[in-house]
Every structure is written in structure tokens, then in C-alpha cells.
């Protein structure tokens, strides 16, 4: 993710689930922007469980018991983030990460 160009994060938070999951934000970010805020920026977890591949993508579980928060991660085949689930003291957080299509040859479209 580190070194992942812009993409779009698409971010559903909200502190009450029984009023829904939030409204859809919408933020283009570079990978270093993204992990620059995340608990699991530094590379390092207190706690991290492989879960069973969902469609043949690589799942973890990651969880931060000092902070009170733990993370469900979906990973594509390079390592880049396709979904986040976030639980932390009153907030739920759920994202969609959207990469931009490239040729053969690299480039963005």
C-alpha cells in the first residue's frame, strides 16, 4: 500500500448503528496518505489472525486490545487493501478501496 498511487477511498462511519451505517464519503488519497492514519500503518499489530480467503482473496483479522479496536481486512493478490471493517469505541467504519484500471504497461486510465 505503501507505495500505491491515488485511489479512491469510499468510507461509511457512524456511532449508532441502528440509524443505518453513515453517509457515503468519498476521498482520493495516495497509499502513503492512507496509511499515514491507520492503526496498522508502522507494518505491526498486537494481534493478527488469517481468516479463510473470501473469493479467493486473502482475509486478516487484526486487533489493537490497548486501543479497544480490531480490523477485518480483505487483501487483493498484491497486497493492496480491498475492504476494511474497523471497530473502535463507538464507531463502526466500513470502506471500499477503488484503484484506478492500468494497461499492460502500467499506466493509468
Known amino acids: 500500500m505503501q507505495k500505491t ?3 479512491i477511498l469510499h468510507e461509511l462511519v457512524t456511532s449508532n448503528t441502528a440509524r443505518g451505517l453513515g453517509d457515503l464519503g468519498q476521498l482520493p488519497l495516495t497509499g502513503k496518505e492512507f496509511l499515514a ?3 496498522y500503518g ?4 498486537p ?11 486473502r482475509r486478516l483479522a487484526l486487533a489493537y ?5 480490531q ?7 498484491t497486497g493492496r487493501i480491498l ?10 467504519v ?10 499492460k504497461a502500467g499506466h493509468d486510465h
Open 5 to 7: 498511487p491515488r485511489f
Open 37 to 39: 492514519s491507520e492503526p
Open 42 to 45: 508502522s507494518g505491526t499489530a
Open 47 to 57: 494481534v493478527i489472525t488469517r481468516l479463510p480467503d473470501e473469493n479467493s482473496h
Open 65 to 69: 486490545p490497548a486501543e479497544h479496536t
Open 71 to 77: 480490523l477485518d481486512l480483505t487483501l487483493d493478490e
Open 83 to 92: 475492504h476494511e471493517t474497523l471497530t473502535a469505541p463507538n464507531h463502526l
Open 94 to 103: 466500513t470502506r471500499t478501496f477503488v484503484y484506478p484500471e492500468t494497461d
